[in-house]
């Protein structure tokens, strides 16, 4: 990348991921963690999500997506990189808040795993109660 190219950057987080996202303009093609989102994303569910942004304003071929993900699984990924992207978005033209806003997209989504208690052998589930 040149020193004159201009480029916009975000953060994305969901569950344990956090992605570190950053867009040029280009001819769309979407890189994470230096491979292809086709085949980093082997669900077809994770890469609509991940897409989502730039297919709500049909603009899946006017930039490239540059995406280093750390952490969780592919769904929590995917969704740190809507983020990601979905504030990009914004950056590049705040007409879009307004959209991104009513569909939720520019929410942190803030549901984490529960942790495991003490004295059983999950978060909520108890052992088996034995009367005798």
């Keep these: 990348m040149s020193k004159k190219e201009t480029y916009w950057f975000a953060t994305g987080r969901r569950k344990t991921s956090t992605a570190s996202v950053r867009a040029t303009s280009g001819k769309g093609k979407i890189i994470i963690n230096n491979c292809d989102y086709n085949d980093y994303f082997g669900r077809d569910i994770s890469k609509m999500i991940m897409t989502q942004p730039l297919a709500l304003f ?38 879009f808040r307004g959209e991104l806003k009513k569909t939720g997209m520019l929410t942190r989504d803030s549901r984490e795993v529960e942790r495991k208690k003490y004295g059983q052998p999950g978060a909520r589930k108890r052992f088996q109660f034995s009367k005798r």
């Design 58 to 95: 049909d603009m899946m071929g006017k930039y490239d997506i540059y995406a280093n993900v750390k952490g969780g699984g592919l769904s929590g990924q995917a969704g740190a990189v809507r983020l990601g992207i979905a504030r990009i978005l914004v950056k590049i033209n705040s007409d």
